[in-house]
């Protein structure tokens, strides 16, 4: 006697319908896509601290120096692109502004893409959109090609890399997060230490058309990283959302509406407004941001420019991101500390007067030993920036709000670092001398260093007084209690139970 079928195909009495081959044929094609999706849906999701977890740690790692590393590179081609356009300073100076500048702005459109097809696709999404705007880039034949390009183009890519990759440890990190976030910043150094040195390499052998198109290839590598990115199973209950209200009777009205919404939900304007601890550091931020990035822009052809060798003016930015290797995480470690955490906001602006105060050295010696001594000092101001910049902005904002505030203050920071390099450049043009643009980046560091260091001290005092007012308040009304007596301090707590 047969067996009966056990499968999607048998009976609830336990026997085979009469089916034909085609029948049969059919059923099956038609099962084995629905059993395939119900044995990979659980293998596809990981759990947090797990195993798999170091695996995409690695994979933002990797990202991290593909991304964030790579502007620093950019001042090792200035001067090749100089004599292959024929452009001024200023001109060739906007490829890395737009670069910095989309890098940073487009956070909340990352956000958004994010949200609605995870930090895997958007990793890999970032990755063909930095290859694409390389490889278009080395067949430019005007600076107007490069600007949409290799600044536009990559940036945005760059961007929708960087910021899903660091979004997506939050999920698969829980207890681990802060080492978590620590090691992957180590990435950026390694980029910032071998982007300078894989360009001059390059450069020497391929030019600077054959050198972007090789980049083109590397960032590819970021689609790798992200396909490792599997999704991670959270406990977190969904949400229930409302029901959305019936549309306005005007069209124009409902899309105005509801951008508005949108660009309240992810810029925190409202924040901006109210919280006068955020308002000062966003603005110290942008402020010092148009004379920060301007050594990393600037450097190499500096010391070019003092007839250092090509190696030896490449490796000064090699110098600076070897030393970050070691300094961001030990920064890192020391801005966690208790015994720090009233004095944050301090030693943040204190990272900025010692980085405004080394570019005076740098100003007034282009020797080569002089600026390797630089770039040495210069790293551990950057490595304290670096640690606090987050972890302030943290202090000042509750964390509920933290999205939307990070949200708009790399927005603005966008801006500043879109107008940083070119209005360097046009100072460069005017004088002919690279050391007035390192002056420059010290007065805008000096200026926000002192700003904030002053505000931040006024508004804690302001907070100090108001607590000292409240908490005599609060002795005064304990001290009349006790004056009226026990008997009547009894009364407001038997109403109060009563009323309970």
Known sequence: MPRPMRGPLATSQGRCPSVTPGTWAAATVAVRPWQRRQQRMPQALEHADGSWAWVVLLATMVTQGLTLGFPTCIGIFFTELQWEFQASNSETSWIPSILMAVLHMAGPLCSILVGRFGCRVTTMLGGVLASLGMVASSFSRNLSQLYFTAGFITGLGMCFSFQSSVTVLGFYFVRRRVLANALASMGVSLGITLWPLLSRYLLEDLGWRGTFLVFGGVFLHCCICGA????????????????????????????????????????????????????????????????????????????????????????????????????????????????????????????????????????????????????????????????????????????????????????????????????????????????????????FLISAALFMGGSFYALQKKEQGKQAVVADAFEQDIFLEAKDGPGKQQSPVIMYVTSV
């Open 228 to 443: 490792i990115m599997r999704p991670v199973a959270t406990s977190v209950a969904p949400e229930t959302k409302e029901c959305p209200p019936p549309p306005p009777e005007t069209p124009a009205l409902g899309c105005v509406a509801a951008c508005g919404r949108t660009i309240q939900r992810h810029l925190a304007f409202d924040i901006l407004r109210h919280n006068t601890g955020y308002c000062v550091y966003v603005l110290g931020v942008m402020w010092s941001l148009l004379g920060f990035p301007l050594p990393q822009v600037f450097l190499v052809p500096y010391a070019m420019w003092h007839r250092v060798d090509e190696q030896q003016a490449a490796l000064l930015i090699s110098i600076i991101g070897f030393s970050n290797i070691f300094l961001r995480p030990l920064a890192g470690l020391m801005a966690g500390r208790p015994a720090f955490a009233s004095h944050r906001k301090y030693l943040f602006s204190l990272a900025f007067l010692l980085n405004g105060l080394t570019n005076l050295v740098c100003a007034a010696s282009g020797d080569f030993w002089v600026l390797v001594g630089y770039c040495l000092v210069y790293s551990v101001s950057m490595s304290g920036i670096g640690a606090l910049i987050f972890q302030v902005l943290m202090d000042i904002v509750p964390m509920d709000q933290f999205p939307r505030a990070l949200g708009l203050f790399t927005v603005l920071d966008g801006f500043a670092f879109l107008i940083s390099p070119p209005l360097a450049g046009l100072l460069l043009d005017a004088t002919n001398n690279f050391s007035y643009v390192f002056f420059m980046s010290s007065f």
